[in-house]
């Protein structure tokens, strides 16, 4: 099948979506952005082997394709409209292209963002990026900027899951919740929409806990005192990890693609599935601190190029 076959085949589906003008098919997609609001716009890209294993299920690997850039359109508190899709593909059969677009499309789907274009090439290993453009009210959007000495810490759902379950996908060991933490991560788009226009900066976490909490405080300018004793940690991390092992996952560990948050408690009353962990301080000090002792925290995120 040519590259216009696999296209045809796979990847055009939705006519009509809401406010695509012209879809896939022309030279370029045409789109009518809702008037008065902002545009937001992102990219991901997943090299297999770097981003993602090879044995990873196709299914797995379009619904995470689209799914981290959900994660960057829900920290900046805008709303998911049309995406593109780069893929080159090796020498992969029919059956695996079939699995990644609909995986791609679950992801599509719960979310309501559109497939309106993209590129299909390819190459010595299967490479995918997805581009998202969103909206946003101008006043409401969430930059990593912006947290202010005495706005109070926060993230969404529970940290750690993912790396935990990554480790657990390598070694073979089967674990229904931590795995699929890792293969499917659920993009905070609700938690980010409520949190538009209330919280002071936000950032996604995908490279751990630590090392994106730092870039939200170097972006701010400020520190911050973290309780780790308060970290959400999931029944499933706790129950297969010893305490350590489960911190150092919830601290470290990438991939949870949770949001990271600083607001005055106020303003995010209310919001549910939200935790407090600690207190924005005059910068620049990242201090953690556990049963009021200050602990050792290593900050090594995943990092490129290192
Ligand atoms: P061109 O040669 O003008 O760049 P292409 O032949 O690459 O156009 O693509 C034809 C149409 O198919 C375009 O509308 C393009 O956006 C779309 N397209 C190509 N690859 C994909 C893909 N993987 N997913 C969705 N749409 C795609
Ligand atoms: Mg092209």
Redesign the pocket.
Known sequence: MD??G??RR???REPGAAGVVV???????VVEPTPGLQQVQVIDTLVEGVHFPSNMPAADVGYRAVAVNLSDIASMGARPRWM????TLRDKDESWIEAFANGLFDAAGEYDVA??????TRGDEVVASVHISGEVAADDVLLRSGARAGDMLYVTGTLGDAGAGLSLFEAGIPDEYLVTRFLKPAARIHEGLLLAGRARAAIDLSDGFVADLRKLLDAGGVGAEIDVGKLPLSDALCARFTDEEAMAFALTGGDDYELCFAAQPDDVSGVAGITAVGLVTDGPDLVCRRDGAVVDVDEGGYRHFR
Do not use: K, P, Q, R
């Open positions: 590259e216009f696999i296209i796979f990847f055009t879809g896939i098919g022309d030279d370029g997609a593109t899709l780069a893929l497939l309106i274009g993209g590129d299909t």
